[in-house]
């Protein structure tokens, strides 16, 4: 019967070691899954989520890019001065220039990027996903820092030909 009750206690600590892990992988995902939302389809704002998306991969948290929130526990929202942004964050003062943006945590679980227009909301997604790839460890909502930026040129891109 001694040989019978070892059996049994060693089947059940095995039992509990395979499955504990898999338990636990599932809670952790579950944990670091984030909505990126985007306010309207635009290429500039998708390409910016996409930006968001590959920066938290890296990180190794999952991220779906959508139209609204889910259930995930962590949201970032992408969108224009126009809109409205979400219910409960409060107003986020963008700069009146063109391409501008504002980036900032609002809660402990949401961070919102707010531009003038849909060029800054992709300049201020990838200023956020500059910073998520900075950060050391998961726990990057505590470490973006708050920023509003406007260009420094009024035009982009014009290059001067230069004659040799």
């Not at 939302?37 to 635009?42: A, M, P």
């Not at 964050?89 to 531009?115: C, D, F, M, N, T």
Request: with cysteine; charged share 15%.
């Amino acid at each position: 019967m001694k040989g019978f009750k070892k059996f049994i206690v060693c089947y059940f600590v095995l039992g509990i070691a395979l499955v504990l892990p898999a338990v636990s992988r599932a809670a952790a995902s579950a944990g670091n899954s984030v909505d990126i939302v985007v306010e309207n389809g635009s290429p500039q704002l998708t390409f910016g989520a996409e930006q968001i998306q590959r920066a938290l991969a890296q990180k190794k948290l999952t991220a779906q890019i959508s139209s609204r929130a889910s259930g995930s526990n962590i949201h970032i929202y992408l969108g224009t001065r126009a809109h409205a942004g979400p219910s409960g964050v409060g107003s986020l003062p963008v700069p009146s220039a063109a391409e501008s943006y504002a980036l900032r945590v609002s809660s402990r679980h949401v961070i919102v990027v707010k531009g003038s227009d849909t060029t800054g909301a992709m300049y201020g997604a990838l200023d956020l996903a500059e910073q998520i790839s900075w950060v050391e460890g998961n726990d990057f909502i505590s470490q973006i820092k708050p920023r509003s930026r406007s260009p420094f040129l009024k035009i982009r891109g014009i290059t001067v030909p230069v004659t040799m």
